[in-house]
């Protein structure tokens, strides 16, 4: 039974297999033909409607109705139409159609003159919908619109003997490999298996000398392999029945030893029983003075429990601390920053009062003007030289007017997204030349009592999504470090920031001429609250809210070398797309 099931199995799954493929390669057959016979379908149908669009189409110019249903008569009796819809210019049906047709196609509206095929749908029916034109005295007229109309039935009935020389075919190949499979496993894997098998079952243990394995010579080398071994393994097993006869008697012999010891051994235990009892007396002291020395090991424990507990006290506090810190440290920053914002209102503010005040002031020389201009009017003594001087100095005071509000708005617009950036950390997309020159823009009142300059070397192709404010906030801090700090007391300093993109990063150089740091101050550059003008009121906090922009929000890296008299050099590498990084 396990034999015939072994077949069975390898014959199920060749043949599942086989049946498979054949099934797929029918079947494709079969659609293949299928979408052959309705292609033919389809041009059969452009055939019938170049025949009959001239003498259709004539006839509905002729308002000639019997010769229009004639002839959907005759289409309608052609074996490959399921259906006709004669319709006129105004979409009126010209031929009787019954409601279940109407109902399963969708015909395209009348306003196209082009052949249009019907909308895919699921009543098997396809076909196209035809123009019908009329030409008279040189020009094309459409009169109406010729849908016809087969179905999926009448493509079957066409390859349906198709269809049988296929199932045909491939049941007569699937008959004869069943038939071919069946003789061959029988014959070089069922007869040599039982063959086998029947020998196996023969072979007995007392005479395993006597015993081999054999099969004609027409079983596969696989299984003249098989036998072979099995053969081998008889005489292993001879071997080791003989082995385990020797082995039979030398444990006889051990037996015999093992006697005569344990005999030794009872006299050893019975010398060696006097002693133990000696060492019990000894080891029942030794207890004593262990149980008192676990007493005192508990007393220490009690005592260290009590000072472990006084200590998770203390760490508790100084968790408490430390978080009282961190939200000193977090509102400090935040303070910082509103001062910067505070700063950035003060000095656009100023900046803005400039322009506004020239447009106030052209403003009220224009109603000065406009004044005198009515009351010469009125009193009739207005002049043509009067008038042209007016337009004159109304022109100039209207470009005047408009280019400093220009410029007002200009101020305002840089500033109002400067500081909606430096008041959160939105994502958004910036160009950063553009960007670090609206930043520059907003900073300039801080330079514009000095001589000090700005040189920014940017790309103007560089596109960025990212948090905005981090970018504007790192700029503007190192900008004001540099005036606040490097420049004391310099009449002339110079500020340079260059930018360039590389592998997908951003490199940003930043670099001033400034007095500098030396090794000590630099090495405390980014600790919070460290700041070389403490009696000025600087907070110590900029530099580090640097570092922090970078390392955080940028997900980049920042370092900075400066040597006293030389100025401080930083350079800022941060992904192009932080969001990536996150």
């Known amino acids: 039974m396990q034999l015939k099931s072994l077949s069975r199995k390898l014959l199920t799954q060749v043949l599942?297999?086989?049946?498979?493929?054949?099934?797929?390669?029918?079947?494709?057959?079969?659609?293949?033909?299928?979408?052959?016979?309705?292609?033919?379908?389809?041009?059969?149908?452009?055939?019938?409607?170049?025949?009959?669009?001239?003498?259709?189409?004539?006839?509905?110019?002729?308002?000639?109705?019997?010769?229009?249903?004639a002839i959907s008569q005759k289409m309608s009796a052609i074996p490959i139409i399921e259906g006709i819809i004669i319709r006129d210019e105004h979409a009126k049906l010209l031929n009787p159609v019954s409601e279940q047709l109407l109902a399963k196609i969708s015909i395209p509206d009348y306003s196209s003159r082009y052949e249009i095929p019907l909308a895919n749908n699921?009543?098997?029916?396809?076909?196209?919908?035809?123009?019908?034109?009329?030409?008279?005295?040189?020009?094309?007229?459409?009169?109406?619109?010729?849908?016809?109309?087969?179905?999926?039935?009448?493509?079957?009935?066409?390859?349906?003997?198709?269809?049988?020389?296929?199932?045909?075919?491939?049941?007569?190949?699937?008959?004869?490999?069943?038939?071919?499979?069946?003789?061959?496993?029988?014959?070089?894997?069922?007869?040599?298996?039982?063959?086998?098998?029947?020998?196996?079952?023969?072979?007995?243990?007392?005479?395993?000398?006597?015993?081999?394995?054999?099969?004609?010579?027409?079983?596969?080398?696989?299984?003249?392999?098989?036998?072979?071994t099995f053969t081998r393994l008889i005489h292993r097993v001879q071997d080791y029945q003989q082995q385990l006869k020797t082995a039979q008697?030398?444990?006889?012999?051990?037996?015999?030893?093992?006697?005569?010891?344990?005999?030794?051994?009872?006299?050893?235990?019975?010398?060696?029983?006097?002693?133990?009892?000696?060492?019990?007396?000894?080891?029942?002291?030794?207890?004593?003075?262990?149980?008192?020395?676990?007493?005192?090991?508990?007393?220490?424990?009690?005592?260290?429990?009590?000072?472990?507990?006084?200590?998770?006290?203390?760490?508790?506090?100084?968790e408490s601390t430390v978080a009282d810190l961190k939200q000193a440290h977090e509102r400090l920053i935040q303070s910082e920053k509103m001062a910067a914002l505070g700063g950035l209102v003060a000095g656009i503010t100023h900046e803005v009062n400039?322009?506004?005040?020239?447009?106030?002031?052209?403003?009220?020389?224009?109603?000065?003007?406009?004044n005198q201009l009515n009351h010469d009017f009125t009193a009739k003594t207005l002049t043509s030289s009067q008038l042209e001087s007016f337009i004159e100095a109304a022109s100039q005071s209207a470009e005047l007017i408009q280019s400093n509000l220009e410029r007002a708005a200009e101020l305002i617009a840089s500033f109002k997204q400067i500081a909606v950036d430096q008041a959160s950390n939105a994502i958004r997309t910036i160009n950063l030349a553009q960007y670090i020159n609206e930043i520059t823009h907003s900073l300039k009142p801080n330079l514009k009592k000095t001589n000090h300059q700005i040189e920014v070397n940017c790309p103007d192709n560089i596109v960025l999504d990212c948090p905005a404010g981090a970018i504007?906030?790192?700029?503007?801090?190192?900008?004001?470090?540099?005036?606040?700090?490097?420049?004391?007391?310099?009449?002339?300093?110079?500020?340079?920031?260059?930018?360039?993109?590389?592998?997908?990063?951003i490199d940003l150089k930043y670099s001033d001429n400034g007095k500098g740091l030396n090794s000590e101050q630099l090495a405390q550059l980014f600790n919070p609250f460290f700041t070389t003008t403490r009696n000025l009121g600087g907070s110590g906090l900029g530099a580090h809210i640097i570092y922090n922009l970078v390392r955080q929000t940028l997900h980049g890296s920042i370092q900075v070398t400066s040597e006293l008299g030389q100025g401080l050099h930083y350079h800022i590498r941060f992904p192009k797309n932080p969001l990536a990084i996150t």
Not at 154 to 171: H, L, M
Not at 354 to 370: D, H, M, N, R
């Open 16 to 69: 599942s297999v086989y049946f498979i493929l054949t099934f797929i390669v029918s079947l494709g057959q079969i659609f293949s033909e299928y979408f052959l016979a309705k292609s033919y379908i389809n041009e059969e149908l452009n055939s019938l409607q170049q025949t009959l669009t001239t003498s259709l189409s004539q006839a509905i110019w002729e308002l000639n109705t019997d010769q229009v249903l």
């Open 122 to 228: 699921n009543s098997g029916l396809f076909g196209a919908t035809f123009p019908l034109i009329v030409k008279y005295s040189g020009r094309s007229t459409q009169v109406g619109d010729l849908t016809l109309i087969s179905s999926r039935t009448i493509a079957v009935q066409r390859v349906k003997d198709s269809i049988y020389v296929i199932v045909a075919n491939a049941f007569i190949k699937t008959t004869f490999l069943i038939t071919l499979f069946l003789l061959a496993f029988r014959k070089h894997l069922t007869l040599p298996l039982t063959q086998l098998t029947e020998q196996i079952e023969a072979i007995e243990l007392e005479q395993l000398a006597e015993s081999k394995i054999s099969l004609t010579k027409q079983s596969s080398v696989e299984l003249s392999i098989m036998a072979n």
């Open 249 to 318: 008697q030398q444990l006889l012999t051990a037996n015999n030893k093992l006697d005569q010891q344990n005999l030794k051994l009872e006299q050893d235990v019975a010398r060696k029983t006097s002693g133990l009892s000696q060492a019990m007396i000894d080891l029942q002291h030794q207890k004593q003075q262990l149980e008192i020395k676990q007493q005192s090991l508990v007393t220490e424990v009690d005592r260290r429990k009590e000072t472990e507990q006084a200590l998770l006290i203390k760490q508790d506090e100084l």
């Open 354 to 370: 400039t322009p506004v005040g020239i447009g106030v002031t052209a403003t009220s020389f224009l109603t000065e003007k406009i």
């Open 472 to 505: 504007s906030q790192i700029i503007t801090n190192l900008m004001m470090n540099s005036l606040l700090h490097a420049f004391d007391n310099m009449a002339e300093g110079l500020i340079r920031i260059s930018i360039q993109e590389i592998e997908n990063n």
